[in-house]
């Protein structure tokens, strides 16, 4: 079976004075990238089987807005504590764990983390277009798309082929 991981930043946040970095809300553009984001994985028939949130306010609105377009429960997402202030080995801790049941699983955090692991498992098969774009700039609610055959618990370095990486802006441009 192909798995495919889905990783996606938090779409932009707010910085508002006195709110601790856990607790930021997403921005108006933020709120707007994330329901496009949403939309997007609708008209590409890309629905999650799975779904990991870090549990941050601007991943949990990103995943809300996301869940609505997408028609499936904000409740049925996990909330992993490990997203939060992840390395890239934490996130890949969370993927090894994935239920071996999910083809398509979304991922929902920070970065530098996200980019990371999009970089580390990317073989010599992935799309050269998302690779540069990936090595330029990995934007809020940006969203790296890896395919592996392996089961969830034997990914690991360069396992994988980046198919895409989907940015707000990149779509905007193709539209």
Not at 51 to 64: D, E, N
Not at 73 to 97: C, F, K, N, P, Q
């Amino acid at each position: 079976m192909i798995h495919e991981l889905i990783l996606l930043r938090h779409a932009k946040s707010a910085w508002p004075v006195g709110v601790r970095d856990s607790d930021r809300p997403l921005s108006s553009r933020g709120i707007r990238d994330a329901t496009t984001f949403g939309r997007y994985l609708v008209e590409d028939e890309r629905r999650p089987d799975a779904v990991v949130v870090s549990p941050a306010v601007r991943t949990r609105q990103t995943w809300g807005l996301v869940a609505t377009e997408v028609g499936i429960l904000e409740s049925d997402a996990v909330l992993d504590e490990r997203l939060y202030a992840a390395s890239w080995w934490d996130v890949m801790d969370v993927i090894r764990g994935l239920s071996a049941t999910a083809s398509r699983v979304l991922v929902i955090g920070h970065n530098p983390a996200m980019e990371d692991v999009a970089g580390q498992l990317a073989n010599d098969q992935s799309n050269r277009g998302a690779m540069r774009e990936l090595r330029a700039k990995f934007p809020t609610c940006a969203a790296a798309t890896v395919h592996s055959d392996l089961d969830w618990h034997l990914w690991g370095g360069q396992c994988g082929e980046l198919a895409e990486l989907w940015t707000p802006r990149g779509h905007a441009q193709r539209r």
